[in-house]
C-alpha cells in the first residue's frame, strides 16, 4: 500500500493548513490511519489518529485545534490544523496500518511534508 501526502507549507502562527494522504492499493481492510509529526532534534511524535469504527485520538498538544477525518469512499485521511503554533513546525507523516488482499498486515508510511510556521 502506497501512501502519497500533500498539503503543507509555510504559515503564521493562527493559521490554518490542511494536509490530505491518499491510500492507493489492493488491500481488505485498513484498521488505523495516522498522522505522526517530527520536529527537528526531536523523536517522532503521533499527533492524531482515526481508528476502524470511527474513534480518534489526539496528542495533548493538538486537541482542540487539530481535527482528523477520513474519507473511505476515497481511501483518504486528512488533518486539519487550526491556530497553528511555532511549535507545531515538524515534517509531518501519514501513517496507514491494515490489512493487504493477501491478509499479510501492512504498515505504511507517506514520505512527510514539511509544516514550518512562523511567529
Known amino acids: 500500500v502506497q501512501l502519497q501526502a500533500s498539503g503543507g507549507g509555510l504559515a503564521q502562527a493562527g493559521d490554518s493548513l490542511r494536509l490530505s494522504c491518499a491510500a492507493s492499493?489492493?488491500?481488505?481492510?485498513?484498521?488505523?490511519m495516522n498522522w505522526h509529526r517530527q520536529a527537528p532534534g526531536k523523536q517522532r511524535e503521533l499527533v492524531a489518529q482515526?481508528?476502524?469504527?470511527?474513534?480518534?485520538n489526539y496528542a495533548d498538544s493538538v486537541k482542540g485545534r487539530f481535527t482528523i477525518s477520513r474519507d473511505n469512499a476515497k481511501n483518504t485521511v486528512s488533518l486539519q490544523m487550526n491556530s497553528l503554533k511555532p511549535e507545531d513546525t515538524a515534517v509531518y507523516y501519514c501513517?496507514?496500518?491494515?490489512?493487504?488482499?493477501?491478509?499479510?498486515?501492512?504498515?505504511?508510511w507517506g514520505q512527510g511534508t514539511l509544516v514550518t510556521v512562523s511567529s
Open positions: 492499493g489492493s488491500f481488505v481492510s485498513i484498521n488505523a
Open positions: 501513517n496507514v496500518v491494515g490489512v493487504s488482499s493477501n491478509y499479510a498486515g501492512f504498515n505504511s
Open positions: 482515526i481508528i476502524i469504527g470511527g474513534r480518534k
